[in-house]
C-alpha cells in the first residue's frame, strides 16, 4: 500500500517570494512521484514528474521537484510566485511495476497555495 | 485541453436518485480511471478499466459502478444517492505500456445531492 502526505494544506505567499510545497511518501515497493496542480473550477493538470536519472526535476511554469530517497521526500519548489500561481498542488505516486493496463495515482490531500500581491 | 472529456460538467440531483457520468478518454488511450474529489475525503481513486475490462478497484461503494464500452468512452453509475455523494468526480486516461506514463485528466463533474 502507498500513502502521500503533504505537511501543509495551505500555503499563503507573497507574489514573488519562493515557495517550497512539502511531499513525503510511504511505499514498500519503488515508486513514481508526480506534481499535478488544480487552478480553480478546472482539471488536474502535470507540473512535472520523477521517473528515474537525476533527483531535481523541472516542470512547467518554473516549478523544480527534488526527489530525496532516503527521507522519502518530493518538494516542490519555485523561486518567485506569480498571483497566477494560486491554485492547489497535489503530490502523487504510482508504482514502478510495468502493467499494460498502467498504474493509477495515489494522491496526497493536497496544498492550497494563495499568492498575495 | 487534456483531451478528456466529461460530461455533464454540473448536475444537482435529490437523495435516493441515480445518475450516471459520462467520460471520453484522449484519442488512443486505453486505460480510463475514475476518481472522486470531495472536501473531507481529498482525491480518491475509484476504479480503472483497461480496454473494456475493470483492472483495478479503490474505494468504490457498492451503489456505484462503472463500464468501459467498445468505443472506450465510459460511464460512473452513482445509485441510492446520498448527500454525502456531492464531490467533483474526475475521469482520467492513458495509454497501455511503461509505467510513469503521464495520466491526463479531464475537468471533471460536478455533483451536488440536495
Known amino acids: 500500500a502507498q500513502s502521500v502526505t503533504q505537511l501543509d494544506s495551505q500555503v499563503p505567499v507573497f507574489e514573488e517570494a519562493p515557495v517550497e510545497l512539502r511531499c513525503n511518501y510511504s511505499?514498500?515497493?519503488?515508486?513514481?512521484l508526480f506534481w499535478y496542480v488544480q487552478y480553480p473550477n478546472q482539471g488536474l493538470q502535470l507540473l512535472l514528474k520523477y521517473l528515474s536519472g537525476s533527483t531535481l526535476v523541472k516542470g512547467i511554469n518554473g516549478f523544480e521537484a527534488e526527489f530525496n530517497k532516503s527521507q522519502t521526500s518530493f518538494h516542490l519548489r519555485k523561486p518567485s510566485v506569480h498571483i497566477s500561481d494560486t491554485a492547489e498542488y497535489f503530490c502523487?505516486?504510482?508504482?514502478?511495476?510495468?502493467?499494460?493496463?498502467?498504474?493509477?495515482?495515489?494522491f496526497g490531500g493536497g496544498t492550497r497555495v494563495l499568492v498575495k500581491p | 485541453d487534456s483531451g478528456v472529456t466529461q460530461t455533464p460538467k454540473h448536475l444537482i440531483t435529490a437523495t435516493g436518485q441515480r445518475v450516471t457520468l459520462r467520460c471520453s478518454p484522449r484519442?488512443?488511450?486505453?486505460?480510463v480511471y475514475w476518481y472522486q474529489q470531495s472536501l473531507d475525503q481529498g482525491l480518491q481513486f475509484l476504479i480503472q478499466?483497461?480496454?473494456?475490462?475493470?483492472?483495478a478497484k479503490g474505494n468504490i461503494l457498492e451503489r456505484f459502478s462503472a463500464q468501459q464500452f467498445p468505443d472506450l468512452h465510459s460511464e460512473l453509475n452513482l445509485s441510492s444517492l446520498e448527500l454525502g455523494d456531492s464531490a467533483l468526480y474526475f475521469c482520467?486516461?492513458?495509454?497501455?505500456?511503461?509505467?510513469?506514463?503521464?495520466?491526463?485528466f479531464g475537468e471533471g463533474s460536478w455533483l451536488t445531492v440536495v
Open positions: 502523487a505516486v504510482s508504482d514502478v511495476e510495468i502493467k499494460a493496463a498502467g498504474n493509477k495515482l495515489t
Open positions: 478499466y483497461y480496454n473494456g475490462e475493470e483492472r
Open positions: 482520467a486516461s492513458n495509454r497501455q505500456g511503461a509505467a510513469g506514463n503521464t495520466i491526463y
Open positions: 511505499s514498500s515497493v519503488s515508486v513514481y
Open positions: 484519442s488512443g488511450d486505453l486505460s
